[in-house]
């Protein structure tokens, strides 16, 4: 290049090599110059994400532009992967066990699950009383994945939200869903719920003593064209009755008389017991309880927005 006095000077120059998948890294030019009066070299370089398609708005959250710390974990959670289908799969696998995240020397997870409450949601005033908005406060919490905590505890809002928000900006639309009990023909949430042996977040899904039940008001996962993906717990087997220890995929939220993500079936199989399918298991505060051998609940599901 040449430099006129107190000039200035363009160069274009083309990339080759770009990855075709979802990817994080450094970008680096390096440059010198030197002219008969002095010498002055450095780099020119950014940190680049690429995503799997233009990073989405609302209604999946106000995130254009998109924060860089969300992309640093909606990155390293894709990378290698491409498209919608195998995007959703990794986001939901990989912030479940974050812990075994390739990209660096140490692993950790980013929530601990704590069903008590939300602790980085909260519910906002809508249009009207149906609408159902939250904000997720993206500040407080990074500022709580400091260095000495690496992660935060989270109950299932709050991991659903991220996910949402982690797709998002991956240019990968994904639903935030809340699913309640309702008595029959009652169109009102009446119920709780037992769920079957379940994992939480940040917990080892591969060891049977981290299993446990929980006893549900509702439970919020993530959706897309009915099917669900929920990163805040794993499951003991999946919906043919494989070892499974991991958190739902693509599962189908409702697909009666075949198994889902909602049914209770419990398969009794001697002499190791009950096989688990699904997410519950019975009613909480029915008088008459059902699941000795099938039992199908009545839910139902609200769409949720993030504002």
Not at 37 to 43: C, D, P, Q, R, S
Not at 103 to 128: A, M, S
Not at 143 to 172: E, M
Request: proline share 9%; hydrophobic share 35%.
């Amino acid at each position: 290049m040449h430099f006129t006095p107190g000039g200035q000077a363009t160069v274009q120059f083309s990339l080759s090599g770009i990855p075709d998948f979802v990817t994080l890294g450094n970008f680096s030019l390096p440059f010198s110059c030197q002219s008969i009066v002095t010498g002055l070299a450095g780099n020119a370089g950014t940190r680049l994400y690429l995503t799997d398609a233009k990073p989405l708005g609302s209604p999946y959250g106000r995130q254009l532009p998109v924060w860089t710390n969300v992309l640093e974990d909606a990155c390293r959670f894709a990378t290698g992967y491409a498209g919608a289908t195998s995007v959703r799969a990794r986001c939901t696998y990989n912030l479940f066990w974050f812990h075994e995240d390739p990209l660096e020397p140490w692993h950790y997870p980013i929530f601990v699950y704590d069903p008590d409450k939300p602790y980085w949601c909260e519910r906002t005033q809508g249009p009207n009383a149906a609408a159902h908005y939250f904000k997720f406060y993206l500040t407080e919490f990074f500022a709580g994945r400091t260095p000495n905590n690496f992660y935060v505890n989270g109950d299932c809002q709050d991991v659903s939200f991220y996910l949402q928000i982690a797709t998002s900006a991956l240019g990968v639309p994904l639903k935030a869903i809340r699913e309640f009990p309702v008595a029959p023909g009652y169109p009102i949430q009446a119920l709780a719920f037992q769920t079957n042996p379940l994992c939480g977040v940040g917990n080892d899904a591969t060891l049977p003593g981290n299993y446990t039940s929980f006893g549900f008001n509702f439970h919020q996962h993530n959706s897309f064209d009915n099917d669900t993906y929920d990163a805040a717990c794993a499951q003991v087997i999946d919906l043919v009755g494989n070892n499974y220890y991991n958190p739902p995929i693509a599962w189908p939220l409702e697909t009666p008389p075949q198994h889902s993500y909602w049914q209770t079936e419990v398969v009794p199989i001697p002499p190791i017991g009950p096989l688990h399918r699904g997410l519950t298991f019975s009613y909480v505060l029915s008088q008459n309880p059902q699941g000795e051998i099938v039992q199908r609940s009545l839910k139902q599901g609200q769409l949720l927005t993030i504002e």
